[in-house]
């Protein structure tokens, strides 16, 4: 009550006026009992500025209706009554009640008042639930971070995720849509295209083409903020891929730069070869994964991505134009990490195991090369079903 009234309770604020039943009343003495009179005046005045405040908020949630209430309110105000108007303090709680409310609901034409941007939640679970993957922790973490703390970035940021199936390429993209926005993938600020799914035959590129570039132009203009996932993003006709180079290059304006904070991944297999090799050549040597640098992975896939075949990912020029800022190296997962996976899969469906158990699991799985068997052919992708042998 007293951060809605304004009073000389509340912090930062000025002494509350003279109330207008002073007069009415008379003095009271200090501590001395208040007349029946007087706590009818009270009550009346509690009563009324009760009703403003509500009406306020109802009409900062629901503003269809509230012109009417408007004029009524500019008419009050033309002709305010002693001791009337709106505290400072109790307006600013409204706001944040009001702000407060949209963030469940559906008050903002746009997506952007569900935008989260969690980055401490982020670092956490990529820490906690993202198995030999250090390259990819780090770099996800300060790119995205530091593109949301610049004022005004010049361009979209761009990330093309490597490395083979299973490693976690899908599970950090969609970690990512989950800690900057409340409803995650379903967010209408969240666009995920699968290559296979969504542009299945060559023969309609164009529709595809046309298609896409409609599909991120409306993203763009709702929100604020986007996020555009490619999944299979190797298997894109280049023609698509030149559709959307327009949206990741650099903004032409102030203006445009404000609207169009864009955030752009592209999941790929390609260069997982590559990625293997290196990390095989530091176990030979007797070094650990994760002395591995960014620098020397990133070199080399730069280097693979671009000798591509023609019509393939790296054709679309998007390296060699300077569109993607950062290739991000998913190693291969070894048998600790399967066994990790494992515990993460029992504990997501509330199920007891034992380390004996999980050893279970990781020996199920096919290891690579035929030497070493270092490496999980498959990586976690089929370890959640594994576990479905071990159910009572």
């Not at 956490?124 to 971070?145: C, I, S």
């Not at 989950?178 to 666009?191: A, E, F, K």
């Amino acid at each position: 009550l007293l951060l809605l009234l304004g009073g000389s309770g509340s912090p930062g604020t000025r002494p509350a006026p003279r109330a207008p039943w002073a007069e009415e009343q008379g003095a009271v003495p200090e501590g001395g009992p208040w007349g029946r009179v007087r706590y009818d005046a009270v009550k009346k005045h509690l009563g009324a500025l009760s009703k403003q405040y509500w009406q306020y908020l109802a009409c900062k949630v629901w503003p269809e209706g509230c012109e009417e209430e408007e004029k009524q309110q500019g008419e009050r105000e033309a002709s305010p009554i002693p001791g009337w108007g709106f505290p400072l303090v109790g307006q600013e709680y409204l706001e944040i009640l009001s702000a407060w409310y949209c963030s469940f609901g559906k008050c903002c034409e746009t997506g952007d008042c569900r935008i989260i941007n969690n980055i401490t939640g982020l670092e956490a679970d990529l820490n906690g639930q993202l198995h030999g993957q250090h390259l990819a922790k780090d770099v996800v973490v300060r790119a995205v971070q530091g593109f949301l703390q610049s004022p005004r970035p010049p361009k979209a940021l761009v990330l093309s995720f490597h490395g083979w199936s299973g490693t976690g390429k899908n599970f950090v993209a969609r970690m990512v849509a989950t800690h900057l926005y409340r409803d995650g993938l379903r967010s209408d600020c969240v666009r995920l295209f699968v290559s296979l799914l969504h542009f299945p035959h060559h023969n309609y590129v164009d529709s595809y083409k046309a298609q896409l570039q409609r599909q991120i132009s409306e993203t763009l203009q709702r929100c604020r903020q986007a996020l555009l996932i490619f999944d299979e993003a190797e298997k894109l006709h280049s023609n698509l891929l030149d559709a959307i180079k327009p949206f990741m290059a650099q903004h032409g304006s102030e203006g445009q730069a404000d609207q169009q904070r864009s955030i752009f991944l592209f999941l790929s297999n390609l260069g997982g070869n590559t990625i293997n090799e290196v990390a095989l050549d530091f176990w030979r040597a007797g070094r650990a994964r994760e002395e591995i640098p960014l620098e020397l992975l990133e070199q080399r896939l730069r280097l693979e991505l671009q000798e591509a075949a023609e019509n393939s990912y790296a054709h679309s020029q998007l390296l060699r134009e300077n569109l993607i800022d950062f290739v991000v190296p998913f190693l291969p997962l070894e048998y600790q990490h399967v066994k990790l996976c494992a515990r993460d899969a029992f504990l997501a469906r509330g199920l007891p195991y034992t380390e004996a158990t999980l050893d279970q699991v990781a020996q199920m799985m096919v290891f690579v090369p035929k030497e070493e068997k270092l490496f999980s052919a498959q990586g976690c992708k089929s370890v959640p079903q594994r576990i479905n042998y071990f159910l009572p």
